[in-house]
Nanobody, 121 residues
Framework: QVQVQESGGGLVQAGGSLRLSCAASGSGSIVRPTVMAWYRQAPGNQRELVASMTSGGSTNYADSVKGRFTISRDNGKNMAYLQMNSLKPEDTAVYLC?????????????WGQGTQVTVSS
């Protein structure tokens, strides 16, 4: 069974930076995630995709974070990172990591518990 764990959230002033980390792991070795993605959900809002990255390095970003956020991965460690710069109060949300593998025999689609990011004005 695959688990996903986020870390790195916190309170930051507008204009500041934070770096989130996401680790996908299992009781033994796991199949490399095909896609690792960051989502966020603010109170009263739907969950939205922030950024995603395939194991081959293709990325996708929400328009609202382009130029400010950067997703990266360490495939050897099954980890993903989200570097968030020039943070705005509207970036305040719970940030959740998703790891997905489309492997025919060992596929998974797993969410972490989330980490709170609060940006003060």
């Amino acid at each position: 069974q695959v688990q996903v764990q986020e870390s790195g959230g916190g309170l930051v002033q507008a204009g500041g930076s934070l770096r989130l980390s996401c680790a996908a792991s299992g009781s033994g070795s796991i199949v490399r995630p095909t896609v690792m993605a960051w989502y966020r959900q603010a109170p009263g809002n739907q969950r939205e995709l922030v950024a995603s990255m395939t194991s081959g390095g293709s990325t996708n970003y929400a328009d609202s974070v382009k130029g400010r956020f950067t997703i990266s991965r360490d495939n050897g460690k099954n980890m993903a990172y989200l570097q968030m710069n020039s943070l705005k109060p509207e970036d305040t949300a719970v940030y959740l990591c998703n790891a997905k593998s489309d492997n025919k025999w060992f596929g998974y689609d797993t969410w972490g518990q989330g980490t709170q990011v609060t940006v003060s004005s």
